[in-house]
């Protein structure tokens, strides 16, 4: 099946830094989104994004379907952007099902 | 808006007893349903999903079964729990086939 691989696993950064999150896929995808998973485990959906750009607020995300990759930016971060970010694939070919990624864990510091 | 609800949001149960999670989706008809289940620090896995009423695929040979006795309804069970069941199940929908995931807020059920 289609493998996800996400970077960095995990990252530390200060209140106001900037970040970028990687998601390389390894098969043709029909397509892409991100999640995020805060703390007390709620997962909400970010970006739905096949291929292109889009920008909500501080977030945004590219795929460049391709090259198969994605990146999440995620610009003057807060401490709410903690938790953990997956994103997730839906292969183009076959009965294949949404498959996630191992996710990159961010805490953000004040 | 379409809301999807989930309950209960923590459950402690012992080895051997049943269990009966449910989710419902409101403001859509037809939805694609899933159960996923998440080990703590880990990814997320899929266990079962149904495209409709009484249709359930399940992913993973396991203690657990799914239902779906109604359009928006989605039941996940088991006659006996194990240890090996604990761990945080999320409910979630899509509109289409391959459409955007959406996730209840999940249970986390302790077997002890």
């Known amino acids: 099946g289609i493998q996800v691989e996400q970077s960095p696993p995990d990252l530390i950064l200060q209140e106001g830094a900037n970040s970028t999150l990687r998601c390389n896929f390894s098969d043709s995808v029909n397509n892409l989104q991100w999640f995020h998973q805060n703390p007390w485990g709620q997962l909400i959906n970010l970006f739905y994004?096949?291929?292109g750009t889009k920008q909500n607020g501080r977030l945004s995300a590219t795929t460049v379907a391709t090259e198969r990759y994605s990146l999440l930016y995620i610009s003057s971060s807060q401490t709410t952007d903690s938790g953990v970010y997956f994103c997730?694939?839906?292969?183009?070919?076959?009965?294949?099902?949404?498959?996630f990624g191992t996710g990159t864990r961010l805490t953000i510091i004040p | 808006s379409q809301t999807i609800h989930q309950w209960p949001a923590t459950l402690v149960q012992p080895v051997g007893s049943p269990l009966s999670l449910e989710c419902t989706v409101e403001?859509?008809?037809?939805?694609?349903l899933y159960w996923y289940r998440q080990a703590a620090g880990r990814g997320l896995q899929l266990l079962f999903y149904?495209?409709?009423?009484?249709?359930i695929s399940s992913e993973v040979p396991q203690n657990l079964s799914a239902s779906r006795p109604q359009d928006r309804q989605f039941i996940l069970s088991s006659k006996k729990l194990l240890l090996s069941d604990s761990g945080f199940y999320l409910c979630?929908?899509?509109?289409?086939?391959?459409?955007?995931?959406?996730f209840g807020s999940g249970t986390q059920l302790s077997v002890l």
């Open positions: 403001g859509t008809s037809n939805p694609n």
């Open positions: 979630a929908w899509t509109a289409t086939g391959r459409g955007k995931l959406f």
């Open positions: 994004i096949p291929s």
């Open positions: 149904s495209v409709g009423i009484g249709q």
């Open positions: 997730a694939v839906w292969p183009n070919f076959g009965n294949e099902k949404l498959t």
